[in-house]
Nanobody
Framework: QEQLQESGGGLVQAGDSLRLSCITS????????MAWFRQAPGKERDLVAA????????YYTDSVKGRFAISRDNAKNTVYLQMNSLKPEDTATYYC?????????????????WGQGTPVTVSP
């Protein structure tokens, strides 16, 4: 299992911005789709955004479209999630993951490489 390390979470107020970062190995970064999932207390882990290995294809769940942006820096083996106009309902632990695009989209339970998660709390 490869290591993915998230950072950037924290406590903010509604309307604020945060940028999450996830760094991983060169092998993982150059090969796989990178994705951000989130899990709120008592809820399932859901896909938030994904970006394929080349950066040409992205996906966003409807609730974050227009507010969040996923990007990748190939020189740093890092994927980012820029979160703007944060809402209390964005409160969750955010996880970085890496796998094939089809697995991320259709069978996230099969993803093998996950980070430990970074908590995001948005107060009203």
């Amino acid at each position: 299992q490869e290591q993915l390390q998230e950072s950037g979470g924290g406590l903010v107020q509604a309307g604020d911005s945060l940028r999450l970062s996830c760094i991983t190995s060169r092998r993982i970064f150059a090969t796989y789709t990178m994705a951000w999932f989130r899990q709120a207390p008592g809820k399932e882990r859901d896909l938030v955004a994904a970006i394929n290995w080349s950066g040409r294809d992205t996906y966003y769940t409807d609730s974050v479209k227009g507010r969040f942006a996923i990007s990748r820096d190939n020189a740093k083996n890092t994927v980012y999630l820029q979160m703007n106009s944060l809402k209390p309902e964005d409160t969750a632990t955010y996880y970085c993951a890496a796998d094939e695009w089809s697995t991320v989209m259709n069978l996230p339970s099969a993803i093998r490489d996950w980070g430990q998660g970074t908590p995001v709390t948005v107060s009203p």
